[in-house]
């Protein structure tokens, strides 16, 4: 089967490799109809999350067709068009019973910090992921979700990442009627994560960022305010001064680590002094008020980063953070996108068969062609 | 940019708002069973075909795991290396990106020996790059072909000194 096949930092080849097989009786194989390059991708492109061997399969967003299953697998049949949340979930440890599906603690053996997601490294418990055209689904009583017959598959896809993410962000960021939110980054996750702030009543929601086009969309899509931070002398201070000198009172970090817009962080990210970047989350929390929520989503590296704990302390701010728990918030997600409040497949700008991902990787990565977010489609189908 | 819209009229303003959801308030629906630690059903393991490296933070593998790339070559020893620590260690981490540097240059030796000549272009995804922002890669190319020629020049004058004798 054909298979994105990373090379190194910046490289990707598309390969035959090997059919996935069942290895474990909850196990299924499923034909990849759609798969998303998400914007965590790029960490991983750019050679910034330790452990991504050379010869491994990225995609953790994806949707396709259950063609195979293990022997105890009950919750889907083969034929099945299924939806993959991007966490790999066992549902019976304490932490997936507690609705922690991001959390599993039966889904990698290479850390007890991170559960384990398709294609992202081995860090992330060595699985090959979806950018391909076949793909083994561990747990497949637990993730994979059977697509509503009236929901457009473009839409389905972007329910196994980005709207959960974006989601769960303005969910943790305990928003309040009223409030004011600053989310910093205008990618896929930060646009969602703006729209998804309305859902919790708040009166102002900002997305910062320093490409005018994400912005634009941004403020078209998410409904919200958006400004470039490279036109404000100082983001921190532009944020003080628009909440009349108190601060946000919710600040969500939809960046992580490749974040510009500060030199200092950007060149000992660069050189991994620190695991890359850590500007927004500076910012965020400089920007939120006393005693405010700073909530992340966005994706740092696992060794460390410098960020300034001692404001947290002083400022008496909450840091609410996790990787999205998908399965959980699905039944809701749904219902939003089937009523009509979200359109998450409006932002997607680029659908492109996957023998042209190294293409795919380029664009979504420099920005080029005002990319927003790309769909990468087996010839399969 | 402002955004003079009458935020209300948004679909679904307001309609999550949880008065409940304060910071304290936890994420997860609390069971109690944190206390029981590990002692929950747990579904057959999964056969270990390949060599897995695992973190010394754990007693024994998790039920699934990916088989994708097993470590070997240098890269490999230098993973095994790394799993000796623990996550909280930088000699878990800092080799383990090291490892992935070597690996790149392992996957172009083995590339070479299946007689395989990487198009880096290709992989770079370069025709992207050409067809969307065309003076830009120019710049690019010209910068790269720029930096060569001074290197090159440099070594050679250095050569011609008799540094390199």
Known sequence: ?381 | MKNNIDYKSIPGWGMDSDPENEPTYPMKNYTGDDHNRSNYERASQQPISVEILQSTERPKPPVVFGTSVPPKGLSGQIRRYAFQHSEDRYRHWIPLILADRINMVEGVIDDLKKGYIPNVFAERGWKAEMKYNPRGLAIKVLAMAAAGTLIWWSLKSKKSKGFFK
């Open chain 1, 1 to 381: 089967m054909l298979a994105v096949n990373y090379r190194g930092p910046y490289r990707i080849r598309m390969s035959e490799k090997p059919m996935p097989e069942i290895l474990h009786p909850e196990d299924a194989i499923v034909r990849v109809t759609r798969s998303c390059i998400c914007g965590s991708d790029l960490h991983l492109y750019h050679g910034f999350v330790p452990d991504t061997r050379v010869g491994s399969t990225f995609g953790h967003e994806f949707v396709g067709i259950v063609e195979e299953i293990g022997t105890l697998v009950t919750e889907v049949k083969v034929g099945d068009h299924v939806l993959v949340p991007f966490n790999i979930a066992c549902g019976r440890c304490n932490f997936c019973k507690q609705g922690l599906f991001g959390n599993c603690h039966e889904s990698n053996p290479m850390a007890t910090a991170v559960g384990g997601i398709f294609g992202y490294s081995h860090t992330a418990g060595g699985f090959d992921g979806g950018q391909a055209e076949y793909v083994r689904v561990p747990y497949a009583n637990v993730g994979p979700t059977v697509i509503p017959a009236d929901m457009d598959p473009d839409d389905a896809v972007l329910l196994t990442d980005v709207v959960p993410t974006g989601y769960q962000a303005a969910e943790m960021a305990g928003i309040k009627q009223g409030d004011t939110v600053v989310v910093f980054g205008a990618g896929p996750i930060g646009i969602m994560a703006a729209r998804c702030a309305w859902f919790f009543g708040p009166s102002r929601v900002i997305i910062i960022d320093h490409i005018d086009y994400r912005l634009e969309f941004a403020k078209n899509y998410a409904k919200c305010e958006a400004y470039n931070f490279k036109s404000m002398k100082d983001p921190v201070e532009f944020m003080k001064k628009t909440t009349d000198w108190y601060g946000a009172d919710v600040c969500i970090d939809c960046v992580g680590c490749e974040a510009v817009g500060n030199t200092l962080q950007t060149v000992t990210g660069r050189a991994l002094i620190q695991a890359g970047s850590a500007t927004a989350l500076q910012w965020a929390i400089n920007s939120v008020k006393k005693g405010g929520i700073v909530s992340i989503v966005g994706v740092y590296g696992p060794p460390f980063n410098y960020v300034p704990i001692g404001n947290v302390l002083n400022k008496g701010i909450t840091i609410r953070a996790n990787q999205a728990s998908v399965k959980r918030l699905l039944p809701k997600l749904i219902d939003h996108v089937q009523s009509g409040r979200l359109k998450p497949s409006e932002l997607i700008t680029h659908r492109i068969p996957l023998e042209e991902a190294a293409d795919a990787y380029r664009i979504f990565s420099s920005k080029l062609d005002n990319c927003i977010k790309t769909v990468l489609i087996p010839s399969t189908k």
